[in-house]
Structure formats: C-alpha cells, structure tokens
C-alpha cells in the first residue's frame, strides 16, 4: 500500500473534518478521538462536499450538507439516505505529526 503526506495533523482538531486534494480525488479527513478516517469527500447522492456537513463523533457519522445523508465514516456506507451508494474509504495514519493516507481506496489493490 502506497501512502501519500496530505496534511499536518494540527490542521484538523479532534472532532473535525477537513477536504484536501489527492491523486485519487478529494478526500475527507475526520480526526474522532486521536483516530484518523478517511473518505471520499463527494456525497454519492448529488456531489456535495462532506467536508462541510456535520460530523458526529459519538456516532462516528457524517451528515451531508446539502439532503442530510449519512455516512459511517469507518466503512464509508451510507447510513440514512437519500444516497444509496458506500463512499471510497482510504487508510489514514499519523506519521510524525504529519497525516497520510492511502492513494488508492482501500480493497482495490
Ligand atoms: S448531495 Fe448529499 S444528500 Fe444529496
């Protein structure tokens, strides 16, 4: 597995989630309880940007901003719709202060 350096990890306080640019698309970086998940940025029911929905860290989900779709932030499966389709998940992982992430989507290759 290929990692590639995204971001500090002092960008993203504990309870937060953040976008950033990849190879592999926009990717989502939630920081729950010194845990790192990461995801596709794009709500698979009309695109928009999770990063800017509401994460809940208790539950471990993310509400998209635009028709309050949720997803598990660990499996990336949509828990309540309307989206119907699981987002891209990716391995996240600290490394000396900084946040990396895997370039392909986690169970394809
Ligand atoms: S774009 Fe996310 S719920 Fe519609």
């Given at each position: 597995m290929e990692f590639i350096?995204?971001?500090?990890?002092?960008?993203i306080p504990e309870g937060e989630?953040?976008?950033?640019?990849t190879p592999s698309g926009r990717v989502a970086i939630a920081h729950i309880e010194h845990r790192l998940f990461a995801f596709g940025d794009e709500c698979t029911h009309s695109g928009c940007s999770l990063a800017e929905g509401?994460?809940?860290d208790r539950k471990a989900t993310v509400e998209c901003p635009c028709h309050a779709s949720v997803f598990d932030v660990e499996t990336g499966e949509p828990v309540e719709g309307p989206a119907?389709?699981?987002?891209?998940?990716?391995?996240?992982?600290?490394e000396g202060g900084w946040i990396?992430?895997?370039t392909e989507p986690a169970g394809e290759g």
């Open positions: 350096r995204i971001a500090a990890l002092a960008e989630v953040r976008a950033y640019d509401k994460l809940d119907a389709d699981p987002l891209p998940v990716f391995v996240a992982r600290e990396e992430v895997t």
